[in-house]
Nanobody
Framework: QLQLVESGGGLVQPGGALRLSCAASGFTLANYAIGWFRQSPGKEREGVSCISSSGARTNYADSVKGRFTASRDNAKNTVYLQMNSLKPEDTAIYYC????????????????WGQGTQVTVSS
């Protein structure tokens, strides 16, 4: 069964940091680009970041550029999203998703999805 599982979410104060993980089972993550998306209550799901299958290329939404960093360890079949300098507006459910390439971080381009992990930034 093909599956992506996110972990690492939680409650953090503004200015704090979290590292999200996205682990794959049932398929080889190294064959896929991995996108990170987030969705806040009442808002549409938005693309946050993508890392290419090799890890050589990354892209980021303007709202997180300079604060978030995507990385991957293909030997562990896991992708990470390091989130620093977190702001209350980063509060959302974060999802990872797999695609054959990063494309333009549009949801329909991604084939496999995780169930999401909650990130709450609040004092």
């Amino acid at each position: 069964q093909l599956q992506l599982v996110e972990s690492g979410g939680g409650l953090v104060q503004p200015g704090g940091a979290l590292r999200l993980s996205c682990a794959a089972s049932g398929f080889t993550l190294a064959n896929y680009a991995i996108g990170w998306f987030r969705q806040s209550p009442g808002k549409e799901r938005e693309g946050v970041s993508c890392i290419s299958s090799s890890g050589a290329r990354t892209n980021y939404a303007d709202s997180v550029k300079g604060r978030f960093t995507a990385s991957r360890d293909n030997a562990k079949n896991t992708v990470y999203l390091q989130m620093n300098s977190l702001k209350p507006e980063d509060t959302a459910i974060y999802y990872c998703a797999a695609a054959v390439a990063c494309f333009k971080l549009r949801q329909y381009e991604y084939e496999y999805w995780g169930q999401g992990t909650q990130v709450t930034v609040s004092s």
